[in-house]
Each structure stands twice: as structure tokens, then as C-alpha cells.
């Protein structure tokens, strides 16, 4: 028997040797913490000062990261590896427990650095279970840097979920711990990280922030790695808010810190965002030569393949079809060979659509069929619906009808139950398509009704995104003319029921939203409103819609009670009556604003009021595929026929358009303008030559490369007449205007015109930005480098002498800020602007003006279309002397439009243009023609225009002798004047 003392002293010994284990086992725990601090923080000398040998499994990591040689010890061995950067190493290594001395503690960090390289391998769902494991045990033995670590790698394992929380909480807490600790290059990974979450929100102003926390905590680090890495993130923010200059000098200085830290991965992500900005800027060949030096510098197959991926996508949209295959397969092999599933599913519609288009379609519809057995097993929805669209659009060129129906069905249904809108409307136009094709005319419109339906409630419920509004903008229009086109079928059937009437509606619709399409991918802030609180009351009412739409759609997915579905229908249709009375309000307080946000497009009957004069005819065009449209209106009677495809009216236009602009093509002898001329006046006026001679006044709304057309410069008589003066041109005859649209007509035509006596503003002969101070938008828009207009100083000055008391901005003051102030100072009578005005056609919001650079405030002088919308111009007419066309390949027309509608919007009553640039003398001649007329002086702009051409046409207004001919329509046909013309 044991004494009673004996056994208080073995029961103390046992208590001391208790806690004396448990004090060894904390310094233990916490030396191995602090000795990875220092590894951290760069403090690598005293960390091999204080590195023991053969301890903890975190002491072995450390050691093996710096390079010394331990016991032989998976976590040593595992760190060698993640210094190669060698994750598939790194997870074998630490994939199966191993006998560990502290075994409570060893398996924790074990853990933790097991979950960050199945993060890195993309094997999420693996890593979650693994760090919180790791993060139970960190908290229990008190070891706040493996708790902080696997809380930041457990939220970059949750973002691929798309569920912004979890991975948001969890960042979060990551950060706090971060910053007691005071380890920068943590943080910075943690700010990236919430900057992605952020951005998958579609939170842009949320996602900038944590990218220049991240930009800062890693200058603190003293990483350059990172740094290129923030600077590089920031700049996609800056690209899809549209702003490419900033973008792009972000990029270069990433760029330069990547070549100085030696980061090829990251050096080969600058170059890839480098590529996409100059592919939004339409350089393809630029996008094209820095992906493929982005390729050569990717450190891994998956980014390699991701870059192929784009490049592939590059030559698709440019037609490079056989290029497309050959990227597309390596992609695919690449992305096979890493594993990724979800974009080895992509790489497979690509290269299916791709073959599709090559009427390869055995093996086309074999890859998408096969893209849509990936999709569903991986669970990648969004691939598997765009997949399923591509088959069925392939069937449906392949003749398949039956089969192509089911399968576009099948990807409409799909579109709608995940709300991918793209792949609804395509889907639900090909059905279309297919329904036309077999004679269901009625069950196509409604399919198209639908598809045009779902447009504008996606346009309703994506609250401003360009990126959505982008794709709206490209699947509206040909929706739109299908639609047309079946209208006019069921138009000629029955003359009576209204269809023309419904296809006036849609072409109207389509053009009202196109423009505001334009503003939403500028990023234009409309913040003129003179409603308070508008933006914030319907960004909230539109939150709300949105979620609600949401619920509804998880609610009718997952079988929910009706009563459910009921109550949030119901919720949905009361926030929608919300929002209803918000626009009522904002068209009775602010009518400008609301025109634009929530266009009312006219309808065909509202012609025959008072918005057209009794001596004016209207005409709308529509251009298509198969058929183009004009709809003739005036007065009571109104007209709807079909005209040529799209196709042959733009080869018409373009054979016309450079003899009307080069006067050296034909000299003086009218004998090869004359031809062109009469054909394209048969084609679009012949079918309505009748109304046409009756009315004086021609009101035309043109659409595509007709706003290119002058169209006072068709020929409606043969004529054999020896010089330009004998031809009779439709402006010698005929007063014409354009519009952009009848909605945009009654709009100007509302407006109380400015006071005669107010002042004119003049601004032009600007000192032009050289080499690099143009910004990357001026670049994109051939703002470069130009040669000064000749004639612009003197145009400038005789404008002036003729004026009273105008404000003239030339040279160096001719600057976008001054012209913001002048026009926010004061209303003007007239806005002349005797500078370049470039069209682009590739991509039409950076059109513009080019004024004089500011260095001191940042200005690179171009003045684009979304800068055009921020000014308050408010005058009689606006006269752009000095414009250039880049027609390409494709041609909308927006180029033009987007600018002159800008400054309509801008306050101006109308806008005179030049449709190509006219010699300077012959613009002084016309102009000074033009304002010195009594018309002019009368209001009567568009008369006086159409007098100041004839004056040149017949030489009544001549080029002095020898310096040229101005009956030839280079001198005067250009000329257009868009909107109010009295």
C-alpha cells in the first residue's frame, strides 16, 4: 500500500511534469511560428540563426524553403518543391499522414500547406475540407499565423463557388489576423483575393480598393513581384470601366516591374491584358503579337492554354477559321493535359463552333456534343448552354431543322433557368429562324417578340453593366430585322392589319435602345438629372428586382409551394410598380435624361401630326441579310416596301461614295458619277419615287453605311450634260435632313430654339497632340500625329469677323476643358468647330473631336463621344467643318451617329457634318455661303445649307481660277445637317 504522502508527491510530480510538457510543447509551437515569421518577412539570416534541426514539421519546411539540408522530412521536401513552384509535387509529398513528434501539432501544418496546393491545382472542394481542419487546430493551440494562412487559402478555395460570402468572411478574417501580425506580402495576397470577390460582384469600386490595398501592402513588402501583379489587376477595373489610356499606363508600369523582378508568369499576364486592350481598341495584329509573347513566357500548360484559348477566340471573330483550329486543338490538348475540366469544356464548343463555321460538321457537332457531356459532369452550365446553342445554330446550317429546334430549345431552356441571357436571345433567334425556314411564320414572330421581350428586361435588370449592354447592342438589331422581315411578309399577305405598323415599332425600339447600348458601354454617368436622389432610389429598386428575380427563378427551379412562387411574384410586380412610378417622376422633372434612359420610341401613326411639316416626306431604313426596308410616311399616307439585302446597297454605296469624295477619280466629267448615282437613287427611292417628287422636304432616318450617303447627291434624271453643274443632283431640287431616329426628331423639334442675338462659340486650329501625348483612346481613333488643317485659322477668323461678340477658342486654348466651361457659362446661338473629327467604325464610342492636349490637367485632347454626352452645349446648331469616315468591313453607321446624336443630346437643336474632309478653301467658301444667307438668319438652317450647295453646284459661288472645281460634289456634297433644320 502506497502512503498518503507518497501518493500526494507522485500525484504532483505528475502535475509538474503535466504542465511542464504543456509550457515545452507552447515554446515549441510558438518558436516554430516565430522562425517561419522571420522566413516570411525576408529575415533569412536570423531565421538560419535560430533554425534547429530535426524539430517541428514546420521547422523542416522553413529549413527546406531556405535551401539547407535536414533530416530527410516530407515537409522539407514538399517546401523545395513549392520554391520550384511545383504544386503536383508539393500535394504528393504531403497527400498521406506521417509519424510526426508532436502529433497534434505536426498534422496541423501539414494541413495547411496540403490545402494551399490543392488550391493551387484547382481542386477546391478538397482544399475547404482539408484548411478547416487546419484552421479547428490552429485556434485550439493558439497559432495565429496557420490560422490566418489557412483562412486566406480557404477563401481563395471558395471563390470559384461564386458565393460572395463564405470566401468574403473568410479573407476577412484572414486580413485581421494579418495585420496584427504585420506580414505585408499576406495581405496583399488577401486584398487581391477580396479584390476577385469583389469583382465577381460586379462591385468595381470595391474590387479598385482592395487592389491598391494590395498595390500598398506589397510596396511595404518590398515585392515587386506583387506589385506588378496589383498594378496589372487595377488595370483590368480601368478596362472594364472603359478607360484604356489609364488602363494601359498601369500595364506598362506592371510591365516594367514584372521585367525587373523576373516574374515570367506575371510578365506574361501584363502582356496578355496589354493584348486585350488593343483588341477593345480593334489592333488585332497588336492583341495578336503580345498574346503570342504572353504564350512564350507562360510558366504553366494552363495558362498557356487560357492564353490560346483567346487567341483562338481572336481568329474567330475575325473569320481566320483555320487559324481558330489550330489554336483551339493545342488549347484543348493543354487543357487535358492539366486536368481542368471546366475549360477543357470551353475549348471544346470553341473548336466545335470553329469546325461548324467550316462546314466540317460531322466532327464540328461530334466536339459540341461532347463540350455539353463535359459541361453537365463538371457542372459548368454557362459552357454547356453556349455548347448547345453552337450545335443547334450548326444543325440548323447543316439543314437538320427538326434536330436543330429541339437542341435550341433545349439551350433556350437552359439560358433561361441560369439566366445567361446571350445564349437565350441567340437561341430564341435561331428557333426563329428554324420556325421561318418550315413555314411557321406566326410561332417565329412570337419567338422573336419574346427574344426582343427578354432584351429589354435584361437591359432593365442589369442596371448599367457594359458588358451586358455590349452584347444587348449586337443581338437587338438582327432580332429586330427578322422580326421586320416577317412583319413585311404578313405587310404584303395583308395590306390592312398594322404589321407595317408593328415593324415601325420594332425598327424604332431597336434604334432608341442602340444608342443608349452606346452610353452604357462608354460608362457615361448621366448625372444631369435634376431629380434628387433619382440614381440612388432606382440602383436600389433595381438591386431589389434583380433579387427577386433571382428567388423566383431558384424558387420555380427547385418545385417551391405555389404559395411561395405567388408571394414573390408578387413582390417582383410591386417592386416593378416602384420603379414604374420612379420613370414617371424623372419624365416629368427631367425629360432629357429620361428620353434617353427610358426611350418611348414613335410610333408610325405618330407621324402624320405635327411632327413633320406639311411639305416633308419621311423616310426610315432598315438594312438586312436577306431584305432591307424603307417605310415612307407622310401625312395620312404611308408606305412599306422591301428593298435589296444589306449586301448589294452597301456595294452600290461604296462604288459611289469615292468619286462623290475624290474630285481626281473623275475631274470634272460627271460621266462616272452619274451612273452610280441613278442606281442607288432607283434603289432607295424608286419603290416611293411618286411621294418623293411631291414633297420638297426629305426627312431621312438612314441606317448602316447609308449615314454615309449624302443623299442630295443622287441623280433622279439621266443626264448627258457635259460638267457636274448640268447633272440634276437631288439637292437641287430637294431640302434634306437626317435623323437619327423619328423619337430623336420629336425630341429636337420640342426644343425652344436659342435667341438669334445669343453668342457664337468658335473653337478649332488646335495645336495637336504629338507622338505620346496622345492618350490610347486618341491612338485607337487615328488622333496621332495628324497634320494641321490647312485653312482652319483663316476659316476660324472670317467666321468670327461676320459674328458679334463671339468667344473664339484657337491654338493652344482650343482645349476640352475650355470648351466644357464655355458651354457651361452661357447658351450659343451657333457651335462652330473647325478641327478633325474622326468616325471610328470598329468601335464607334471613340469617335470624336480633336482639340488641343492640357498636359497640367491631364487632357489628351481628344474629345470622344462619352465626353461629347458630359458637356452642357445647349445652342441652335452645332457645325463639325472637318470629319473623316474609316469605313471598314463593317459598317453600322454608329461611328457617325454615335457623335452627332452625342451632341444632340448634348443641348444642340442640330449638328452639321461633313461626311468626308473637304478642302479648306471650298468649306470657308460653303460656310461663309451658308451663314450669310437670309434662311440662316431666319432659322431656316436646313434651306440655307441646300441654297449654299446649289450656289457651288452652279458656280454661282465659284473656286477662284485654276485652284479647282466646286460643281463636283467633293466640294459640297459632305455636308449633312442631322436634326431640327428650322
Sequence with gaps: ?????????????????????????????????????????????????????????????????????????????????????????????????????????????????????????????????????????????????TEAFALMHRGRARIPTREAEPPRQDLLAAVAIIERLDLPGWEGRCAIALSVVSRLQMDLDDALHWRERALDAYTRAGDPAGQARSRHYIATIHIMRGDLTRAMVGLQEALAVARESGDQAILGGVLGEMASVNYLLGDFDGALAQYEEAIRLADHPWRRGMMLVNVGSLHEYRGEYEAAREVQTEALALMRQVGDHRTEAAALQSLGEVLCELKEFEAGLAYLDTAVTVAREYNVPMTEAYALKCRGHGLLVRGDLDEAAAVLAEAAALGRRIGYFEVLEWSLLKQAEVARRQGRTDEALSLLEEALASVADVRRRSAGSGAVATGLASQAVPIGIMAVDLLHQLHTADPS?????????????????????????????????????????????????????????????????????????????????????????????????????????????????????PDELFLEYALGDSASFLWAAR????????????????AQVRALLPLLADYNLTGGDPAWLVPPARRLHETLLGPVADLVADAPGLVVS?????????????????????????????????VVTVTPSASVLATVRARPPVAATSPWLLAGDPRLAAGGEAGVVARAAGAEDLAPLPHAARELAAVAAATVGATVLSGADATPTRLAAAGRAVDHDQVHLATHGLYNENRPRWSGLVLSPDPVAGDDGFLAVDEVLGLRLVCNQVTLAACASGLGEEVSGEGLVGLTRSFLFAGARSVVAALWDVPGAATSALMGEYYGRDEFRAGRRAEALAAAQRALITGAVAAPDGTGDWTHPSAWAAFTISGEGR
Aim: charged residues 25%; aromatic residues 6%; negative net charge.
Design 1 to 145: 500500500m502506497i502512503h498518503r504522502g507518497a501518493k500526494l508527491k507522485i500525484l504532483l510530480a505528475a502535475l509538474i511534469l503535466t504542465l511542464w510538457a504543456g509550457t515545452a510543447l507552447a515554446d515549441e509551437v510558438s518558436r516554430a511560428e516565430h522562425l517561419w515569421y522571420l522566413v516570411e518577412t525576408g529575415q533569412l539570416a536570423e531565421a538560419r540563426a535560430s533554425a534547429p534541426h530535426g524539430g517541428t514539421a514546420l521547422d523542416s519546411w522553413c529549413l527546406g524553403l531556405l535551401g539547407d539540408e535536414p533530416a530527410d522530412h516530407p515537409m522539407s521536401r514538399a517546401a523545395r518543391a513549392h520554391a520550384a513552384g511545383d504544386f503536383a509535387a508539393v500535394a504528393t509529398e504531403l497527400a498521406a499522414p506521417y509519424p510526426s513528434p508532436i502529433p497534434d501539432v505536426d498534422p496541423m501544418w501539414r494541413e495547411a500547406r496540403y490545402g494551399e496546393a490543392l488550391v493551387a491545382l484547382r481542386r477546391n472542394a478538397e482544399a475547404d475540407s482539408v484548411l478547416t481542419l487546419a484552421i479547428a487546430k490552429a485556434r485550439e493551440f493558439d497559432q495565429p499565423m
Design 497 to 613: 392589319a398594322g404589321h407595317d405598323r408593328r415593324a415601325f415599332a420594332v425598327v424604332q425600339e431597336v434604334k432608341a435602345r442602340v444608342f443608349l447600348d452606346q452610353l452604357v458601354e462608354a460608362e457615361f454617368d448621366l448625372r444631369h438629372s435634376a431629380v434628387p436622389g433619382y440614381r440612388e432610389q432606382e440602383a436600389d429598386l433595381t438591386e431589389r428586382l434583380a433579387m427577386a428575380e433571382a428567388r423566383l427563378d431558384s424558387l420555380v427551379g427547385a418545385r417551391a409551394p405555389a404559395a411561395a412562387v405567388t408571394a414573390t411574384r408578387a413582390a417582383r410586380t410591386g417592386l416593378e410598380d416602384e420603379l414604374q412610378l420612379l420613370e414617371t417622376r424623372l419624365r416629368r422633372e427631367d425629360p432629357r435624361y429620361a428620353a434617353v434612359l427610358y426611350p418611348e420610341p414613335l410610333g408610325l401613326d405618330d407621324l402624320g401630326g405635327d411632327l413633320l411639316r
Design 635 to 650: 401625312g395620312d399616307v404611308t408606305r412599306f416596301v422591301a428593298l435589296p439585302p444589306r449586301r448589294e446597297i452597301e
Design 702 to 734: 438612314p441606317d448602316g453605311v447609308l449615314h454615309y450617303l449624302p443623299f442630295g447627291a443622287l441623280v433622279a434624271a439621266d443626264s448627258a450634260g457635259p460638267t457636274c453643274a448640268d447633272v440634276p443632283w437631288l439637292a437641287l431640287s430637294h
